[in-house]
């Protein structure tokens, strides 16, 4: 088995405006299962930050407990990473935040770590608006002990042993929705011309950014009968084609119109969703909640940016914290005097 | 793209580069390994097997295998190859046992003009099947021009008396200081096939330049000095030389020199110094050994005093090339160059001559004065029996092409003689073998190691030069050969790509440390060369594409930067990829003549 990747790369690998290339941002060889769809999740996000020229020490990897958490270890392997408690990743990310919020924010989570032991600080996150990219690798089962039936397992979807999921599981895309994130995407670890293209639209976003991707448990999960295998994800697929276009770029392709829909983020970056249906429109959660509702009702599995708020007010903001990260500032910001105190006094009286 | 059909043994053959440049496509990496293990016997079987003389091309090979080498292109240097075929002959046990025995007699008799490379492949690879071998030579030992035209100081006459041995051991009947003179009396003596491999035996001269005639007793032709000073003919020479010529014959002439009392020893040649046909550490050998190489300088005159040779003059020029790729050398105006001299030595060249052909046989030649040859694959001439190779096919060439027209004329000459045609071709020896050891093992070193090119040790100059039958080039310790050998990226481990076990997770393509596969709509060549992750622009280079998967998308490798690592069968789920080790060794008159597990 090879534990290090060898040392030569292609000699004429792009480079990205930092000078970069995609090799740069790779990680650790991965550790994980032969054909796991979390590796696959691993490149994209390597492949987005590449793409959008961010610079791998300004970014932060967090995770929790778990296969997908594990993965950070798999990208980026020059960004800073926090590997936290099981399910406790929210709250390590909302302090981070708050303490630097200049830095660009990739939590990686799974089923059980968001939707079982995680769920209490999940939905606080996302009720909070964290500035930050959440991805749950969603694979329906517990990999890492063995293949169980995890809380977003389907109702009626074989285990590797036989036995049929007896429980409704949980939408997690869905329940985000529900909650008020203000940018809901779902997407399928095999579909990295879709994936890619919203990781980077989520890092764009300024707020709580949640992408629920189907990751097959290649060893678990894999088998006729598991909703979640490659075959079965393959077969109820309905993806919404998107497209990112940072804002220092221009835009290159022409789309017909009617065929396409144009999105701008705060940052003046385009989001462009192909082939949307005509009534599709990314700003209305009520609609994004029933397209879900009705997909699942049709066997179908609806990918996609499912809903965008552009102008969403971050926990920073709402807090109205100091504009710079906490390491930034001096003696002299943090401590600005009597004087400082007295006038606050003062306004007090 | 038409789905790539492997089962056809070229496809993998090309991907092994330096086998494919090979003119007898010697499977490199296969020895390497051997090395690496230790095999040194093993693998100068391998190599006997395919081209004769490891120990000759270990230290004398043009190397077309090393420029073509992978590492070259994810790297800055190739493997050295050359040299670690040197390792395997200097350091193998005795290998005699191992060589195959003449076979039972089967009746028919050739006859082989030319104890050189050529011959005594078409010898080797034919005594084995009881033909009866008889070989002729104006010298008074075997090996042509590997004897007469290669400095000791390169190759030892015990290593070169000691290959061909092997070969003349197998039963072959030698006339030696017997020059044939005549094709159509050796026609007559009943042979059932000849191989002519005669070489190309004529330097060329410069017959018009003034002086030519009233210097003549300080002018010599390269090649035949060199034979004479290989022969102990001609043993000194003027303390001030002038080479003329940019080959290797050049390189050889002015290193003798040196050590036949030459002190001040000058290359002069027309062509700029990068466009000399000169192996690059051929001439890097003469300049180490403090030999100018003067470019640009076209000769004018041979300059002569009181009846005797002074110097040289020279135009100078400088190249113009044109945009149809033809080179001009154009005179820069300056005035002639006066370069003084007590001797000079022309290599500019060599011919093919075939005196002793008469018309009347029936062997026809071209205008270049070549014989005309059936192809590159027979070696037939137009007459039948009669049969090319080595330099006397296709003009002056190298060892190695040598022995590879010596495998393909025997191959011609043995189906001639059972009355079969020899334009159809016996296949030649392929296999294919899983690599697989456990799960995730491979039985090769898979992982690349990042050694730089091993620098191989000098003899001392001074001593180097005060006799010339002095090796140079000491050879790889067997620390440093295990290091070089471990360079060797493994290219005939195969990526075998079956596409009906592929679930389209993306892991190969995600793992590959030199971006290599792309899961892509297919296309036509050009369009899939620029639509990958990284655009193919080596178009020497193949695409391996898939049949249509699942998704209707095809898996598409580019060759060209492949580490052979293994990563991608290694973290494929459902063993779509498999490494799978190519054995590729061409169709030879005896197919087998070692074993080697």
């Known amino acids: ?349 | 793209m038409k789905q790539t059909d492997v089962a056809n043994p070229e496809y993998f053959h090309k991907v092994v580069d330096c086998q494919y440049a090979c003119p007898a496509h010697t499977p490199v990496p296969a020895y390497i390994r051997l090395i690496a293990q230790k095999r040194y016997t093993d693998a100068y079987l391998i190599n006997w097997e395919s081209n004769v003389f490891p120990g000759v091309l270990g230290r004398t090979c043009d190397r077309p295998c090393e420029p073509a080498c992978r590492r070259g292109r994810v790297e800055e240097e190739p493997v050295a190859i050359c040299r670690l075929k040197r390792v395997a002959a200097d350091h193998k046990d005795d290998v005699a046992k191992h060589l195959p025995k003449a076979g039972p007699p089967n009746g028919k008799k050739i006859a082989l003009v030319g104890a050189g490379p050529a011959s005594l492949t078409v010898a080797r690879d034919l005594a084995p099947l009881g033909y009866e071998l008889h070989i002729y030579d104006a010298q008074a030992k075997g090996g042509g021009f590997m004897r007469s035209q290669i400095p000791s100081f390169r190759l030892p006459e015990t290593v070169l008396d000691e290959e061909i041995g092997y070969v003349l051991d197998m039963g072959v009947t030698t006339f030696f200081d017997t020059y044939v003179d005549s094709m159509a009396a050796l026609l007559n003596k009943g042979y059932d096939a000849i191989f002519v491999g005669s070489g190309a035996p004529r330097g060329r001269d410069l017959p018009k330049l003034p002086g030519r005639k009233e210097a003549d007793a300080n002018i010599h032709i390269g090649i035949n000095w060199l034979a004479n000073v290989a022969f102990e003919h001609t043993k000194e020479i003027g303390k001030r030389v002038i080479v003329l010529g940019g080959g290797n014959t050049a390189m050889d002439c002015c290193r003798t020199s040196r050590r036949l009392g030459g002190e001040d020893v000058k290359v002069i040649v027309r062509s700029p110094f990068a466009d000399m046909k000169a192996s690059p550490w051929e001439k890097e050998d003469a300049l180490h050994e403090g030999i100018p190489i003067l470019d640009n300088h076209v000769p004018r005159e041979f300059v002569v005093e009181k009846g005797k040779l002074v110097g040289m003059t020279f135009d100078k020029v400088a190249a113009v090339y044109h945009d149809d790729g033809r080179r001009e050398l154009v005179s820069t105006g300056a005035d002639p160059e006066f370069v003084p001299c007590d001797d000079v030595l022309i290599a500019i060249g060599q011919e093919n001559a075939f005196p002793w052909i008469e018309k009347d046989t029936g062997i026809r030649f071209t205008g270049w004065g070549t014989p005309i040859i059936n192809d590159d694959e027979t070696f037939q001439s137009t007459r039948k029996e009669v049969f090319f190779g080595g330099d006397s096919a296709f003009g002056p060439s190298n060892i190695i092409t040598a022995v590879a027209h010596g495998h393909k004329a025997a191959v011609s000459i043995d189906l001639y003689c059972q009355g079969k045609d020899p334009a159809v071709r016996p296949p030649p020896y392929v296999n294919l073998v899983s690599q697989k050891m456990g799960i995730h093992e491979w039985s090769y070193d898979s992982i690349p190691t990042v050694d730089e090119r091993e620098i191989v040790p000098l003899e001392d100059l001074k001593k180097a030069l005060n006799d010339r039958k002095v090796e140079v080039e000491l050879g790889f310790d067997l620390d440093a050969a295990f290091v070089e050998a471990e360079r060797c990226l493994n290219c005939d481990a195969q990526t075998v790509f079956t596409d009906v076990n592929c679930i389209e997770c993306d892991a190969c393509s995600d793992i590959c440390p030199t971006n290599c596969i792309t899961f892509i709509a297919n296309a036509p060549e050009e369009e899939l060369r620029q639509n990958i992750l990284v655009p193919a622009e080596n178009m020497e280079q193949d695409l391996y594409v898939s049949g249509t998967l699942p998704t209707g998308r095809v898996m598409v490798k580019d060759e060209d930067v492949c580490l052979h690592c293994g990563l991608c069968a290694e973290r494929c789920p459902t063993a779509a990829w498999d490494m799978q080790m190519f054995f590729y060794n061409v169709t030879k008159a005896t197919p087998n003549l070692v074993d080697v597990r």
């Open chain 1, 1 to 349: 088995m090879s534990y290090a990747k060898p040392n030569f790369r292609h000699p004429r690998l792009p480079k990205n405006a930092l000078g970069y290339t995609v090799s740069d941002y790779d990680g650790a060889i991965s550790t994980l299962c032969a054909g796991c769809g979390h590796d696959s999740i691993s490149a994209a996000i390597r492949n987005a930050c590449f793409l959008s020229s961010i610079q791998p020490h300004r970014i932060a990897k967090l995770s929790g407990i778990g296969c997908s958490s594990k993965t950070p270890t798999y990208f980026l392997g020059k960004s800073h990473g926090f590997n936290s408690v099981h399910g406790r990743m929210p709250s390590v990310a909302t302090g981070a935040s708050v303490a630097n919020r200049d830095l660009t924010y990739i939590g990686i989570s799974g089923d059980g770590d968001t939707a079982s032991i995680g769920m209490g600080q999940f939905v606080h996150l996302i009720r909070r608006n964290v500035n930050m990219t959440y991805i749950v690798a969603n694979n329906g089962c517990y990999g890492l002990t063995k293949g169980q039936d995890s809380a977003t397992a389907d109702l009626g979807s074989l285990s590797k042993y036989g036995a049929a999921n007896q429980f409704e599981g949980i939408d997690l895309a869905s329940l985000a929705l529900l909650q008020g994130a203000s940018f809901v995407g779902r997407s399928f670890s095999g579909d990295k011309e879709q994936l890619e293209p919203m990781i980077r639209a989520a890092i764009a976003h300024k707020g709580f950014a949640f992408i629920d991707v189907v990751s097959p448990c290649v060893t678990f999960a894999n088998h006729v009968g598991s909703t979640k295998s490659y075959s079965a994800t393959r077969t109820q697929l309905d993806a919404m084609p998107l497209d990112f276009v940072p804002m220092r770029e221009e835009i290159r392709t022409q789309f017909d119109a009617g065929t396409s829909q144009a999105v701008t983020l705060h940052d003046g970056s385009v989001i462009h969703l192909h082939k949307a249906r005509d009534d599709y429109r990314t700003d209305d959660r009520m609609a994004a909640l029933a397209s879900l509702q009705e997909s699942k009702e049709n066997a179908k599995f609806l990918t996609g940016l499912l809903y965008l708020d552009p102008n969403s007010q971050d926990l920073n903001q709402t807090l109205n914290l100091a504009s710079r990260p906490l390491n930034d500032l001096g003696k002299v910001e943090l401590c600005p005097g009597s004087r400082v105190l007295n006038s606050i006094n003062e306004g007090l009286r």
